[in-house]
């Protein structure tokens, strides 16, 4: 699973985040940690088979994280 920014909120909501690492937006750092996450300000993190990020401007970092997640699968 990946997400960015507020998506971030979104999956962990679904899915549930107790224990997991994520980063997103600073604004929904609450609900992250609520949901049982711990939160971390990087540009992204990658945790298992979560990958997330703060913003836009991390996008390149993202993409990056993407493609080695995809190419450690194969």
Known sequence: MTASAVST???AGILGATG???TSTPGIRDD???AGAMWFDAPVVVDRHF???????DLPAFMLA?????????
Do not use: C, E, H, Q
């Open 9 to 11: 909120s979104v999956l």
């Open 20 to 22: 997991s690492l994520f």
């Open 32 to 34: 992250l940690t609520n």
């Open 51 to 57: 990958i997330s990020s703060r913003r836009p401007d």
């Open 66 to 74: 993407v493609i080695d997640w995809l190419s450690a699968k194969n």
